[in-house]
């Protein structure tokens, strides 16, 4: 089995390490533990729920007609991002969208390192806020974008229409930076339980929390669409209703309930409450008897929209990636994919209900690499579990997942509902 079938450099991009495919899963365990140390993270009390309760009745959450949400924007599937402003009158900031971290952060104009990543982005500036709050704490973060360092402020936060009072964050005066930091300026966190990030100091309320603590929303959830270039089709972010027009059929609600994992980045995934019961998955084609089944029972998912990829059990990884031939680092011919077998996940208690992925799905094209004569260069986003989870039954189903679903995220009733996409 190939190195990239374990995880590729998608994970070393979290804490800027130089890395290259086929590195170890062993290593990269090493080098997260000497980066973070074993700080550990907390959930709330508060946020303990009873699982299992029903979405809210349909009828009263749905989005009254002609009410839209926030759009969202994509990368290349890495992140997906909205608007946000910070400060009164409004400063304007591309946010990532991030369901399982807790902290935010917007680059400062105090901005002191780092002179080019500053020029590439929006500043904020707190003496322009009627609203701001000077906490002055300094502060550090470990984000997707580097390593970066300030001060812990406080001012109005706008999402949409909601105004959120006393956001805290942290003003950003020194970044690391890495290949990705052109795409945000900040984040948008929405967990569902009130968690302190492994990575970050700061240890502030979430804009979704602060939400929901200033009864902002009628319904206490979150619909989402996440965009598809593929198609052109632009994402949306709802909060406090759903909108019935995105999706097909009906929605299926499942409780959220809770997980560990000894790797840093599922952990953080997990504690951050958005997360299901798992069935089974299937590797086969249309209308024909599966390849191959696993079953999977008693394994518990986590969901990203900050990750693309989809991690499993290295040994159902090893099956897959023997179908491909062992492809190095995970790139083949994006001719192939119209050839090759969905993926089915069974999600929910027994019997289960079914999410199917297409090739065109779970294998994503790499414009930026077009090595193979005609059909373009595609990752295959399925990843095998780092070593210290290889026995923990979870799987992580990213945002290659959540691209191809309609979501709907229910704090108050602790539930998750997933619907196919209107073609």
């Given at each position: 089995?190939?190195?990239?079938?374990?995880?590729?450099v998608a994970?070393g991009?979290?804490?800027?390490?130089?890395?290259?495919?086929g590195?170890?899963?062993?290593?990269?365990?090493?080098?997260?533990?000497r980066?973070?140390?074993?700080?550990?993270?907390?959930?709330s009390?508060?946020?303990?729920?009873?699982?299992g309760r029903?979405?809210?009745?349909?009828?009263?959450?749905?989005?009254?007609?002609?009410?839209?949400?926030?759009r969202?924007?994509?990368?290349?599937?890495?992140?997906?991002?909205?608007?946000?402003?910070?400060?009164?009158?409004?400063?304007?900031?591309?946010?990532?969208i991030?369901?399982?971290?807790?902290?935010?952060?917007?680059?400062?104009?105090?901005?002191?390192?780092?002179?080019e990543?500053?020029?590439?982005?929006?500043?904020?500036?707190?003496?322009?806020?009627?609203?701001?709050?000077?906490?002055?704490?300094?502060?550090?973060?470990?984000?997707?974008?580097?390593q970066s360092?300030?001060?812990a402020?406080t001012?109005?936060?706008?999402?949409?229409?909601?105004?959120?009072?006393?956001?805290?964050?942290?003003?950003?005066?020194?970044?690391?930076?890495?290949?990705l930091?052109?795409?945000?300026?900040?984040?948008?966190?929405?967990?569902?339980?009130?968690?302190?990030?492994?990575?970050?100091?700061?240890?502030?309320?979430?804009?979704?929390?602060?939400?929901?603590?200033?009864?902002?929303?009628?319904?206490?959830?979150?619909?989402?669409?996440?965009?598809?270039s593929?198609?052109?089709?632009?994402?949306?972010?709802?909060?406090?209703?759903i909108?019935?027009?995105?999706?097909?059929?009906?929605?299926?609600?499942?409780?959220?309930?809770?997980?560990t994992?000894?790797?840093?980045?599922?952990?953080?995934?997990?504690?951050?409450?958005?997360n299901?019961?798992?069935?089974?998955?299937?590797?086969?084609f249309s209308?024909?008897?599966?390849?191959?089944?696993?079953?999977?029972?008693?394994?518990?998912v986590?969901?990203?929209?900050?990750?693309p990829?989809?991690l499993?059990p290295?040994r159902?990884?090893?099956?897959?990636?023997?179908?491909?031939?062992d492809?190095?680092?995970?790139?083949?011919?994006?001719?192939?994919?119209?050839?090759?077998?969905?993926?089915?996940i069974?999600?929910g208690?027994?019997?289960?209900?079914?999410f199917?992925l297409?090739p065109?799905?779970?294998?994503?094209?790499?414009?930026?690499?077009?090595?193979?004569?005609?059909?373009?260069?595609?990752?295959?986003?399925?990843?095998?579990?780092p070593?210290?989870?290889?026995?923990?039954?979870?799987?992580l189903?990213?945002?290659?997942?959540?691209?191809?679903?309609?979501?709907?995220?229910?704090?108050d009733?602790?539930t998750?509902s997933?619907?196919?996409?209107?073609?």
């Amino acid at each position: 089995m190939k190195g990239f079938w374990v995880l590729h450099v998608a994970l070393g991009v979290a804490l800027r390490c130089d890395l290259v495919f086929g590195i170890r899963i062993s290593t990269l365990g090493s080098l997260f533990g000497r980066a973070l140390g074993n700080k550990g993270m907390q959930g709330s009390q508060q946020d303990e729920k009873l699982a299992g309760r029903a979405l809210a009745t349909k009828q009263e959450i749905l989005a009254p007609t002609g009410l839209r949400g926030l759009r969202v924007k994509g990368h290349e599937g890495w992140f997906y991002y909205t608007d946000v402003e910070f400060g009164d009158p409004p400063q304007h900031f591309l946010a990532a969208i991030d369901i399982g971290w807790s902290d935010t952060f917007v680059p400062s104009t105090k901005c002191t390192e780092n002179h080019e990543y500053c020029t590439r982005h929006n500043l904020y500036n707190s003496s322009y806020s009627s609203s701001y709050q000077k906490n002055g704490t300094r502060v550090s973060m470990v984000y997707h974008r580097g390593q970066s360092g300030g001060y812990a402020s406080t001012d109005t936060l706008r999402i949409g229409d909601l105004t959120i009072a006393n956001q805290s964050f942290e003003e950003t005066i020194i970044m690391e930076t890495n290949a990705l930091d052109d795409i945000y300026d900040s984040v948008l966190p929405l967990p569902r339980l009130r968690i302190s990030d492994l990575w970050s100091t700061l240890g502030a309320t979430s804009p979704f929390h602060n939400m929901i603590d200033q009864n902002l929303l009628k319904h206490n959830i979150f619909s989402l669409m996440l965009s598809d270039s593929s198609v052109d089709r632009e994402g949306e972010l709802l909060f406090g209703a759903i909108n019935e027009d995105l999706y097909s059929e009906y929605l299926n609600t499942f409780p959220a309930i809770e997980g560990t994992a000894n790797f840093p980045i599922l952990n953080q995934a997990l504690a951050a409450g958005w997360n299901l019961a798992a069935r089974s998955i299937s590797f086969g084609f249309s209308n024909e008897e599966p390849l191959f089944t696993w079953n999977l029972s008693g394994y518990t998912v986590a969901l990203s929209t900050s990750w693309p990829m989809i991690l499993l059990p290295n040994r159902i990884v090893r099956v897959i990636a023997g179908y491909f031939g062992d492809p190095p680092s995970g790139e083949i011919d994006c001719d192939r994919r119209d050839n090759l077998p969905d993926l089915t996940i069974l999600l929910g208690d027994d019997p289960g209900i079914p999410f199917i992925l297409k090739p065109n799905d779970y294998i994503r094209e790499e414009p930026d690499f077009r090595v193979f004569p005609g059909g373009g260069n595609c990752q295959i986003e399925l990843f095998g579990m780092p070593e210290e989870d290889e026995e923990t039954p979870i799987l992580l189903l990213g945002s290659v997942f959540l691209a191809r679903f309609y979501s709907v995220f229910d704090y108050d009733n602790a539930t998750i509902s997933l619907a196919n996409l209107k073609v």
